[in-house]
């Protein structure tokens, strides 16, 4: 049984993909850049924004000045589209308010910008989320366990009873740098290949499968 859970926020609680890839493309548009299919953006995600805009943007404008520029202009168009197409996936509301009956303390973990990330998780799971931890300034994004050391900390986690759920390799791989077994969920955008060959401890295909692995 796992006594603390740590969740990755895109691809695992909130289907995101739609908005991300609706305000990139909008930037690619505007630009005269190719566009990208969804399918593209799932494997463009999961190391925060700066990197998504990178991946996204042609070769010859990744100039510092440019993509600073580019940043600016999708995180414009993001923050007024953010909740257009945006939804939890089906039964997290279900496994969470059954972790919260059972005493599990669960928390996010996120390369999403801080204050966006605790005001996304706010608008989906009011009064859900007590400990809600986003990309800030100074401190590496994931797979770097920085962040993961410094929010199990705030809840009082010990590795040996703490579970990260995720799904990419980017979180299996933050929770083995930090010392945690890794659960990867999957209904999010990546698949299971990647992060079965990533090595995680657990696979599971929907939230009650989820909920078992936590609480047996």
């Given amino acids: 049984m796992y006594h ?12 995101t993909i739609q ?3 609706d ?6 548009a505007q630009n005269g850049w190719p566009q990208h ?6 494997q463009f995600v999961g190391n925060g924004i700066p990197k998504l805009c990178e991946r996204f943007t042609p070769p010859q404008a990744r100039g510092p000045q440019q993509l600073a520029h580019t940043l600016a202009a999708f995180e414009a168009r993001y923050g007024l589209h953010k909740q257009d197409a945006t939804a939890p996936y089906p039964g997290i509301s279900d496994l969470l308010n059954h972790l919260s009956s059972a005493g599990i303390c669960f928390g996010v973990l996120t390369n999403k910008e801080h204050r966006l990330a605790q005001a996304v998780m706010e608008y989906y799971f ?3 989320f007590s ?6 300034p100074g ?21 040996q009873t703490t579970l990260f759920v995720g799904d990419s390799d980017v979180d299996v791989f933050t929770a083995h740098n930090a010392g945690l077994a890794a659960c990867g969920v999957l209904w999010g955008f990546r698949g299971k290949a990647e992060l079965r060959n990533a090595g995680a401890e657990h696979l599971v295909a929907s ?10």
């Fill in 126 to 128: 009011p009064g859900v």
């Fill in 139 to 159: 401190v590496p994004p994931k797979p770097d366990p920085a962040g993961a050391k410094a929010l199990m900390a705030r809840m009082g986690a010990v590795p």
């Fill in 37 to 42: 299919t969804l399918e593209e953006y799932k």
């Fill in 23 to 28: 305000a990139a493309n909008w930037v690619c």
């Fill in 4 to 15: 603390t859970v740590l969740f990755d926020l895109d691809g695992t609680l909130l289907n």
């Fill in 131 to 136: 400990f809600v931890q986003g990309a800030v």
């Fill in 19 to 21: 908005d991300l890839a």
């Fill in 207 to 216: 939230p009650p499968e989820l909920l078992d692995i936590i609480l047996t």
